[in-house]
């Protein structure tokens, strides 16, 4: 494993291995709380009016843009005004063998989220001021292909827990909020230049190489218990 860094960020590691071993052991915490969200219905989670009809409203423009949407999808953009970690399979249990990421790629279509949406409702002017200040949290999902949100800008943070993302994300020259990944499988992760105005976390998952050439990191930079892969799976030349 090759690992470079000059990081200046307040830098928490674990083990950082190239490959898979067994998946490591649930864990708890973050920055949403978790509800439980099979995918065969929408959860109608404690609530004012104002947020009920923020939903409304976010629900309507979704289709919109989108066209139909995924059980998954309508979950998540009915829970964006809560402070609410969206389930996207049958089961909240991060523990449950159904939500095991590494199995991701057989999961069924009912689970997938697009990564455009994601992208929408943090960075669309009329949309985001609808999500609640915790921001986005999406647990248990398929999202194919890359979470891109190079050069874009977002206040709001973004969780991700026990999901496939197979493609990664790009956060190249990003101005975003904090991002925790917790527990998943994803493909490569680049923030090259990027500022992330709060903790970035990939915590207990197996992620693919990441590259923080030259990122701005204004909280901690943890990688407690990841899996790291590729030929240099941790680039943090030049981080603040």
């Known amino acids: 494993m090759i690992a470079r860094a000059t ?129 986005i949290g999406i647990a248990g999902a398929r999202i194919v292909r890359t979470i891109d949100l190079s050069y874009a800008a977002s206040e709001l943070p973004l969780t991700i827990v026990r999901s496939f993302v197979p493609a990664g994300l790009d956060l190249s020259n990003a101005r975003i909020g904090p991002l925790v990944v917790r527990d998943s499988w994803t493909g490569a992760i680049i923030a090259d230049q990027a500022l992330v105005r709060g903790d970035l976390a990939l915590r207990y998952g197996r992620y693919g190489p990441v590259s923080l050439f030259r990122a701005q990191i204004n909280g901690d930079l943890d990688f407690r218990g990841a899996q790291l892969a590729g030929e240099e799976p941790l680039l943090a030349v030049e981080t603040k």
Request: proline content about 7%; hydrophobic content about 40%; aromatic content about 4%.
């Open 7 to 135: 990081a200046s960020a307040t830098l928490l590691l674990g083990i950082l291995v190239i490959g898979v071993s067994a998946w490591p052991a649930p864990t708890t915490g973050g920055t949403k709380e978790a509800v439980n969200a099979p995918a065969g219905g929408v959860d109608k989670p404690t609530s004012n009016d104002a947020q009920a009809r923020n939903a409304d409203v976010l629900e309507r423009k979704a289709r919109v843009n989108f066209g139909a949407l995924t059980a998954a999808e309508l979950r998540l953009v009915r829970n964006a005004p809560y402070r609410s970690l969206v389930w996207s399979g049958a089961s909240s249990d991060p523990a449950d063998p159904s939500n095991d990421p590494s199995k991701g790629a057989n999961w069924e279509a009912a689970r997938t989220i697009r990564e455009e949406l994601i992208c929408w409702l943090l960075v669309d002017a009329e949309a985001s001021r609808l999500v609640h200040p915790s921001g």
